[in-house]
């Protein structure tokens, strides 16, 4: 059935360095896969997105890589910072214009200083 | 605040009470979307309204659960006869037509005891 999953479900990184959140996907048939985070007692936030038939899109310190071989997604935080420190959900938008995002599990990202 | 509101922030409730969420979507948002989230896991996608239509309820958990949306508006998702196991956040999240970013709110808290 479809499922977005993650790796590893927690990342602990020193401030400064790069940070890589990896996601596995399998529903192929998949317009857009959508990166979130989520800070204690808030709602998800919107990060970037990046459409089925793209392997790479950039945004402000994020970048997201999309491998449809091997159905991975990964999020590349650039010099990451305390404020980075949250949990990261790589979602799947559906197919077919069905725009229903469904989530994978979660990763949390630690930063020390 | 033009963001997604939710109302209350908690909830505490008996087991067997009925309890009502409110969801006020952004005011241009025609999508709008109910999700269930427990502790370290992603957002569970419940039910989704494009303006008043319900168009997809197949995942809400069980008939205790239901969700209006009258006016395509705002929006209220109840649960009847609550079990300990309907302790969770309840997100709503709206979002624009042919746009993948979600904007979530802050979330309900519901505790059953």
């Known amino acids: 059935g479809e499922s977005v999953g993650l790796h590893l479900p927690t990342l602990s990184v020193q401030e400064g360095d790069n940070s890589i959140i990896n996601c596995a996907y399998s529903n192929s048939a998949s317009d857009y896969f959508i990166w979130y985070k989520q800070e204690s007692g808030k709602g998800p936030q919107f990060i970037i997105d990046?459409?089925?038939?793209?392997d790479k899109r950039q945004g402000q310190r994020v970048t997201v890589l999309l491998n449809k071989t091997v159905k991975h997604l990964s999020l590349q935080i650039a010099a990451t910072q305390p404020g980075d420190s949250a949990v990261y959900f790589c979602a799947e938008n559906g197919a077919g214009g069905s725009y229903i995002p469904t989530f994978g599990r979660g990763t949390s990202l630690i930063v020390h200083p | 605040d033009t963001g997604v509101s939710q109302d209350p922030r908690h909830k505490i409730t008996k087991r067997g009470q009925n309890v009502t969420f409110r969801c006020d979507p952004i005011?241009?948002?025609?999508?709008l979307y109910w999700y269930r989230q427990t502790l370290g896991q992603g957002p569970e996608f419940l039910t989704y309204f494009q303006n008043e239509a319900q168009l997809e309820k197949s995942r809400l958990l069980s008939d205790r659960f239901s969700a209006e949306r009258p006016k395509g508006s705002f929006s209220t998702l109840e649960i009847q006869r609550t079990e300990q196991g309907d302790s969770a956040m309840y997100l709503c999240a709206s979002l624009s037509m042919g746009s993948t970013e979600a904007f979530f709110g802050q979330g309900t808290r519901l505790t059953v005891v």
């Open positions: 990046i459409r089925s038939n793209m």
């Open positions: 005011s241009e948002h025609n999508r």
